[in-house]
């Protein structure tokens, strides 16, 4: 390592232990479904504030919405799909992917009166999924269909937003819905419906992350290890106490309440469980994260979203992530 090189390094750990100020304002926007749960913990116990950060936390229904309010200055962080970070920094944005949230759930149900027993049975079928270009998009196109030999050409997708696609799946409107938690454990307590694939079972990947704009990296460091920190707490909350962790989500989640089955009451609480339980929630982008990350993004490709390849090195920064794992304060 030359002495340039020496320099620059001290410099980006000077930046990244400068302590945050008592108070720091911070946009933080998240997508409503439990794969964010750790921001609506952080949010609700306090530990955005324990990190010095004023958070003003906004909800968003799907990540390509909430990605333009961090290249239009709107945001100053999302915990978001990796995926809209590398499609935007294609385009010449600069964003920044600093740590992971969760592992990519999501299930692919089928109600049991459309005769689908497998992946290959969805052709000519309906489908209720996120967003188009969104995270949970390209991997039902370029993973879940794939391996079933189909293409988007091949059935129905009707693009929605979660509680939408719960809502058709059970009236019928729809013959499957590719859908996150707590719905995936609300539909299958209160229909007839058959869960075909899911994909952190079969192809486990880096769903959410944390991302910011390069201008707060630069401008903000603290602010960024503030919120990184605030992450790390809720997940290690979560994992410590999930009864109350259930508790304090199930109003987020789930606001009409407790759910009424034939006669019988399921609490919120226990689907709040159920979910805790059925995703794997972690703040650290771990070496497989990175070499999946990799793989979707030629995937990307594949599917001409990208049109050229974007180093990962140039959008994922883990110098917060490694000073947290060595328990700097």
Not at 293 to 298: F, K, P, R
Request: hydrophobic share 45%; with cysteine.
């Amino acid at each position: 390592m030359n002495v340039r090189n020496v320099v620059l390094g001290i410099l980006v750990l000077a930046l990244a232990s400068v302590p945050v100020r008592a108070g720091e304002k911070v946009r933080i926007g998240y997508v409503h479904v439990f794969d964010d749960a750790p921001v609506v913990i952080a949010r609700d116990k306090g530990f955005f504030a324990a990190e010095g950060l004023e958070a003003g936390v906004t909800m968003f229904t799907s990540g390509p919405t909430l990605v333009k309010g961090l290249v239009s200055d709107q945001l100053d962080a999302g915990v978001l799909g990796f995926t809209n970070a590398i499609t935007w920094s294609s385009q010449g944005a600069d964003l920044k992917i600093v740590g992971k949230v969760q592992e990519g759930f999501h299930s692919l149900i089928a109600r049991n009166d459309r005769n689908i027993k497998k992946l290959g049975d969805l052709k000519g079928k309906s489908i209720a999924s996120q967003a188009a270009g969104s995270t949970a998009d390209i991997v039902l196109k370029g993973v879940v269909l794939k391996k079933a030999g189909l293409t988007d050409k091949d059935l129905q997708i009707m693009y929605t937003a979660p509680s939408t696609a719960l809502a058709s799946l059970k009236a019928g409107r729809v013959d499957s819905a590719f859908l996150f938690e707590p719905y995936d454990s609300i539909v299958r307590a209160t229909a007839s419906v058959t869960e075909i694939y899911e994909v952190g079972k079969h192809w486990p990947f880096p769903c959410m992350v944390v991302i910011v704009p390069g201008k707060l990296v630069k401008d903000r460091p603290a602010a960024v290890r503030g919120l990184l920190a605030s992450i790390k707490r809720s997940v290690e909350f979560m994992k410590q106490n999930p009864a109350e962790a259930s508790r304090i989500l199930a109003p987020a989640f789930m606001p009409d309440g407790d759910l009424s089955v034939e006669g019988r009451t399921i609490p919120a609480q226990e689907i709040m469980l159920k979910s805790l339980k059925s995703n794997v929630f972690d703040w650290r982008l771990s070496k497989a994260d990175l070499k999946r990350m990799e793989e979707l993004s030629g995937i990307m490709r594949e599917m001409d979203i990208l049109k050229n390849r974007v180093p990962l090195s140039s959008v994922v920064d883990l110098r917060w992530q490694t000073e947290l794992e060595r328990g700097k304060p």
